[in-house]
C-alpha cells in the first residue's frame, strides 16, 4: 500500500511549480549546476523536438489566468491553440533525457518561428554548459524549413568569417 496525500494538496503543489510555455528558466538553471558536475563528454546531447495535434480547448486556471491560446514563451495570441511544440535533450554518451521547452501554436509552428525557436534552446544550451551535437525530428514540411533556414543562416555566418563552407552538412539534413 502506498500512502498519497490528498488530490488537494498534491494540486496545491502543483499550483506553485512555475512550469510556463517557451524556455523554462527553472529547468535550465539546474542543468546549469548539473553541468558543473558533469565531464566533457556526458554534456554532449542531442536536441529533439516534436509536434503533436491538441483538442483546442480552454480552461480557466488560478489566478485569472485562462489557458488554450497559442503562446510560444514571449506572447500570448488571441487565438486556440491546437498544436503543441515539445523540445527535449538526450545525452549522447551519458544516459539522461530532459524536457528543455515547450509551445502552443494555432494549425503547425511555421519554419521561421520553430527556427528561432530552436536557436534559442541552443544558446540557452550552450549558456548551461551542454554541447549540442545533433538535432532530431520528423521530416514534416515546417521542420525541413526551419533546420534550412538556421542552415542558410549558418553559412551566410561562415562566409562572412572567412571560414570554409562544407556541403556534407547539406546531405545530412536532406536524407
Do not use: W
Request: glycine residues 4%.
Amino acid at each position: 500500500m502506498l500512502v498519497l496525500p490528498s488530490q488537494q494538496i498534491l494540486s496545491t503543489f502543483l499550483n506553485q511549480v512555475n512550469i510556463k510555455p517557451g524556455i523554462n528558466n527553472n529547468v535550465f538553471a539546474q542543468l546549469k549546476a548539473r553541468a558543473n558536475e558533469m565531464k566533457p563528454a556526458d554534456k554532449l546531447c542531442i536536441l529533439m523536438f516534436d509536434e503533436m495535434l491538441l483538442k483546442a480547448n480552454i480552461t480557466y486556471e488560478r489566478k485569472d489566468l485562462v489557458v488554450g491560446f497559442v503562446n510560444n514563451g514571449r506572447e500570448t495570441k488571441p487565438e486556440f491553440a491546437d498544436h503543441a511544440q515539445v523540445f527535449m535533450i538526450r545525452g549522447l554518451i551519458r544516459k539522461y533525457k530532459q524536457p528543455v521547452a515547450y509551445t502552443f501554436a494555432h494549425a503547425a509552428t511555421k519554419g521561421p518561428e520553430l527556427s528561432l525557436q530552436i536557436k534559442t534552446i541552443f544558446e540557452n544550451l550552450q549558456e548551461t554548459g551542454f554541447n549540442v551535437v545533433a538535432t532530431v525530428c520528423d521530416q514534416g514540411t515546417n521542420n525541413r524549413n526551419a533546420l534550412n533556414l538556421l542552415l542558410n543562416e549558418t553559412r551566410v555566418h561562415m562566409l562572412k568569417s572567412g571560414q570554409e563552407v562544407r556541403e556534407e552538412t547539406k546531405l545530412i539534413i536532406d536524407r
